[in-house]
């Protein structure tokens, strides 16, 4: 059978886009589908705007501390237009680039909705038909809004928070992900009042629980008002602004409700069930460890699958499916041991296992230390930093790294090979420490706090 391509990607994000350019330049013939914009999640309403809100927020804290210091400074408001008319040229320029790099490679990129109609058929939106010997699909994720709540039609997500006209003096978050985290201690910095909902007895759920509640405590100690244990019953709008009951029974008043509860894979009206490509339970793609769906000829990477939602992992999944399909060398992605970072104040990076996984799987040691850095106990600010090592009783390995100080998504990215690498804490202790830092302290730390099995 003549194709009309030898790969359909369905969606211009990180993943779609490597798995498009590395196909395309082996001589292959690609195109790509996008409806909104070239980069995706990650570039236009994701990673890239949010970390660029996040160097914004981190400078008010820094003109404080800069006066403990002995500099003569006075910092005025936040001009969030000026702010916001960067932003949006910075990432029209980098979406410029996507498109650019793409069709450089001999990709061709249609700005427009493709849906499924077969397993080797997709329909545009301007009603042509398009055949391919493989389908990528590659559409990612999208924020998750709960039903059923009075005034629900009044909140925004992390689509629109970049585009708000102006900076909300009040403003409440509700979730206790790491988005919602990171939301909170951004407008925190930017100078609104931020009131936090969360519906569990602690934010970010899953990680470490010393980690969790060293984050929260900190977070509270900036000024957050974090309401554990606490939800959305309604939100009223009058007079301009929002009304909201909590499942308390209290009542507040903000100018915007920003819901960061979630994100489920953008899979509603795909015309999935058009090609008999199977679906899980929250929407996402089915997929092997190749990232092949049940139909052969369909395969999906990225946040849609559901499995590891983090660009990066996009990318390693688009190449491993490249490598697959295309070059006759069977990859699997790998998804062990993957650093991450949340960047909250202060930041909180990750790499393997919590204390509370590895001990679930046989004896471990942890060693942990608290304290506030050289630069915080300097003007007295009250400040903590957390390092912390998970280590397998028997193989000494290092098992989990955390570490939550100013900048440790930095930190975590070396840390991450050493622990990628199966080093163990023996391997940590001959490590020469660079003095004086905070980073140093990983490698100091030489008696266990506590102990579990064995």
């Known amino acids: ?7 359909f990607v369905i969606g211009g994000g990180s993943g779609g886009v490597r798995a498009a350019r590395l196909t395309a330049a082996d001589g292959k013939k690609v195109a790509m589908a996008e409806e909104f914009r070239m980069g995706g999640t990650c570039v236009i309403r994701g990673c890239v705007p949010k970390k660029l809100m996040v160097f914004a927020s981190h400078h008010a804290h820094g003109a404080h501390d800069a006066k403990d210091y002995g500099w003569d400074i006075t910092l005025g408001d936040f001009n969030w237009s000026s702010f916001q008319n960067k932003l949006k040229a910075e990432l029209s320029r980098l979406e410029a680039i996507y498109t650019r790099n793409a069709g450089n ?4 990129i249609l700005h427009q909705r493709a849906e499924i109609k077969d397993a080797h058929t997709v329909i545009l939106a301007d009603g042509s038909e398009k055949t391919a010997k493989h389908i990528l699909v590659a559409v990612g994720g999208t924020p998750f809004v709960p039903a059923g709540i009075e005034g629900i039609e009044h909140v925004i997500t992390s689509n629109e928070v970049f585009d708000l006209p102006v900076l909300p003096k009040r403003i409440l978050v509700v979730g206790g992900g790491y988005i919602a985290c990171e939301f909170a201690c951004i407008f925190n910095g930017l100078g609104s009042k931020v009131t936090q909902f969360y519906r569990s007895e602690q934010i970010l759920r899953g ?3 010393e980690a969790r509640a060293h984050i929260s405590d900190e977070i509270v100690k900036q000024g957050i008002d974090l309401q554990l244990k606490t939800d959305v019953a309604k939100i009223e709008k009058r007079d301009g602004c929002l009304h909201v009951t909590s499942s308390k029974g209290d009542t507040i008043v903000v100018d915007q409700v920003l819901y960061a509860t979630g994100r489920k894979p953008k899979t509603e009206g795909l015309g999935l069930e058009n090609a008999n490509v199977t679906v899980g339970r929250s929407g996402e793609i089915v997929v092997d460890e190749y990232s092949q ?12 699958t559901n499995r590891v939602q983090l660009t990066p992992v996009a990318i390693r999944e688009a190449v491993a499916f490249h490598e697959t399909v295309f070059k006759g060398n069977a990859m699997k992605p790998d998804h062990v041991n993957i650093p991450s ?10 790499v393997g296992m919590s204390e509370e996984q590895a001990a679930k799987e046989g004896p471990i040691e942890v060693y942990a230390a608290a304290f506030r850095p050289m630069q915080n106990s300097f003007i007295e600010k009250d400040e903590k930093v957390l390092f912390k090592l998970v280590v397998c009783a028997k193989t000494r390995k290092v098992l989990g790294c955390h570490i939550i100080a100013p900048h440790a998504g930095e930190m975590i990215q070396l840390a991450g ?10 391997d940590f202790d001959a490590t020469v420490a660079v003095h004086p830092t905070m980073a140093e302290e990983i490698v100091l730390m030489k008696e266990p706090v506590r102990s579990h099995g064995g």
Not at 1 to 7: G, S, V
Not at 105 to 108: I, K, L, Q, R, T
Not at 417 to 426: C, L, P, S
């Open 417 to 426: 090979v050493a622990v990628k690498m199966g080093a163990t804490k023996e």
């Open 1 to 7: 059978m003549e194709f009309d391509y030898d790969l």
């Open 105 to 108: 490679s001999g990709v061709e």
């Open 341 to 350: 970072a949340i960047f909250t104040q202060p930041e909180y990076g990750a």
């Open 293 to 304: 769906t049940n139909i052969p000829s369909i395969f999906a990477v990225g946040d849609v």
């Open 207 to 209: 990680f470490d629980d």
